[in-house]
């Protein structure tokens, strides 16, 4: 669905999407590695379990919250891939609590 | 506000009772008044209103209600168990589900002095119920861990009584308004209210360029009712106290139990609350100081709390009178006028709706609401 622009610097960072390997740009973010792996949901919200993708790529809807390197909940659009990043679904809340 | 191209006819004018003010507590009233068939008006002042009912933690609480005023805790009391008639009513009524949950409540304490003054408390309580009992337990540590997952070392005990929940404090306001237009009541927002022409059973209120007609009047306007009482010969002194809260992160349920402070609401956020300020008006100021307390004193008690994120804060005025009790006034200069101010606007929704609005619609309130009146701060009733 989605495609890197042509003219964009070399894909040299990989980072893990739901465990599958995926390369990025120096300098993506999270989200935009999302997108390129292709997934079909990165979550589905916590109340109403509607499935959710990165949408507005600038830190403003909250819909592309993941679980990155283990922590939950992290805006995937504000965070820059690092390499071996892993960046995980949510399905539904966070888990918390003494035993999270 | 859209205005009438024309002024309302007054056959269309007249209303069996006008409730004044649109939060949880005129709604609660003015959705026990239409279910005892009055055709009622109420009147919501709008966006500019202090709006407590917004800012409210959700709990029905009642095991700290009422030290030393044994009235109070017995109408907390009523309330709480006509709580779970209420959210049927309106649940079928509205479809909406106010998420009451009652499985007991805990205060928790976090140092021994904390303990022992909670156990003397309690203990007070149960004496001063009488014949109507105060059921609660003094918890030590490894009980409370029974209950409530991960607690801090902090936690020394807690005081348990079986008769605290937590409901959904803004889905309570939407289901009563849902229910009381559903009954076929008139909502009005945005509708100030500017002058109100008092006589007996007969009462004129204008309000943002309508005016209607009652014998029926009840003031529910939370703090303003500090200025409107006056206007049907009551008084209502309350002042505000600003209550902050901190809202987590959704989780998956984690809570079992509501504790005083920390609850977790149907959705899956955590509530952090019970500050108390006394900032005058002011609602739009946050004092990180007590946020910082708040949270510390949430991460003390359940130290897991801190990992979760905080993604909103708000604070908003408790309405208050001088001994934090309730205040429900009949006029006696102008019969068929009421005033409801209270802080515990969940909590007390069901008796507001059940067994208060009854008593309006009847036109006196029962001897148990007595002692409730303003002229314990020495408000004189004004003699016709």
């Not at chain 2, 002692?371 to 016709?384: N, Y």
């Amino acid at each position: 669905m989605y495609a890197q622009r042509p003219e964009v610097r070399p894909a040299t960072v990989e980072v893990l999407v739901d465990g599958r390997p995926v390369l990025v740009p120096e300098g993506a973010s999270a989200a935009a590695a999302v997108l390129v792996a292709g997934l079909p949901a990165l979550r589905t919200t916590p109340v109403g379990a509607a499935p959710r993708l990165p949408y507005c790529m600038m830190g403003v809807c909250f819909d592309c919250l993941a679980e990155i390197d283990g922590v939950p909940n992290r805006q995937a659009c504000m965070v820059t891939v690092a390499p071996g990043m892993r960046i995980a679904p949510q399905r539904g809340a966070r888990i918390a609590g003494p035993r999270a | 506000m859209v205005l009438p191209a024309q002024p309302p006819s007054p056959a269309q004018d007249r209303h069996d009772a006008i409730v004044i003010g649109g939060g949880l507590v005129g709604a609660a009233i003015a959705y026990g008044l239409a279910e005892q068939g009055l055709d009622t008006l109420l009147l919501d002042e709008g966006d500019v209103a202090h709006r407590a009912s917004r800012g409210n933690f959700g709990l029905v609480w009642v095991q700290s209600k009422g030290l030393g005023a044994p009235h109070y805790q017995r109408w907390s009391r009523q309330s709480a168990a006509a709580w779970p008639a209420l959210a049927a009513a309106l649940a079928t009524r509205t479809g909406l589900d106010t998420a009451l949950e009652q499985p007991g409540g805990l205060h928790l304490c976090l140092s021994e002095e904390e303990f022992s003054a909670r156990a003397a408390r309690m203990e007070r309580m149960r004496a001063e119920a009488g014949n109507l009992g105060f059921e609660y337990r003094m918890l030590d540590r490894s009980e409370v861990a029974e209950r409530l997952p991960g607690i801090g070392p902090a936690v020394v005990g807690a005081s348990w009584t079986p008769y605290d929940g937590h409901a959904g404090a803004l889905t309570l306001l939407r289901a009563l308004h849902a229910a009381f237009r559903d009954l076929g009541g008139t909502y009005r927002p945005n509708a100030a209210v500017a002058r109100i022409d008092a006589a007996p059973h007969d009462f004129r209120v204008t309000a943002s360029g309508m005016t209607a007609r009652a014998p029926r009047l009840v003031l529910a306007a939370g703090l303003g009712n500090a200025v409107l009482a006056p206007m049907v010969g009551l008084a209502a002194p309350v002042r505000p106290e600003r209550g902050q809260i901190l809202v987590t992160e959704r989780a998956r349920p984690v809570l079992p139990v509501p504790t005083v402070n920390v609850r977790q609401t149907a959705e899956g956020s955590l509530l952090i609350g019970e500050s108390k300020e006394d900032a005058g008006f002011d609602a739009q100021t946050q004092i990180p100081s007590v946020m910082r307390g708040m949270a510390r004193r949430a991460v003390l008690a359940m130290p897991w709390i801190a990992e979760l994120n905080i993604v909103r804060a708000w604070s908003a005025l408790r309405v208050m009178s001088a001994d934090g009790l309730p205040i429900y006034d009949r006029s006696e200069r102008f019969p068929g006028a009421f005033t409801a101010n209270c802080h515990s606007g969940v909590t007390l929704a069901a008796a507001h709706a059940q067994m208060l609005a009854p008593m309006i619609a009847a036109g006196a309130l029962a001897p148990e609401l007595l002692p409730f009146s303003a002229e314990r701060f020495g408000h004189v009733r004004t003699a016709a």
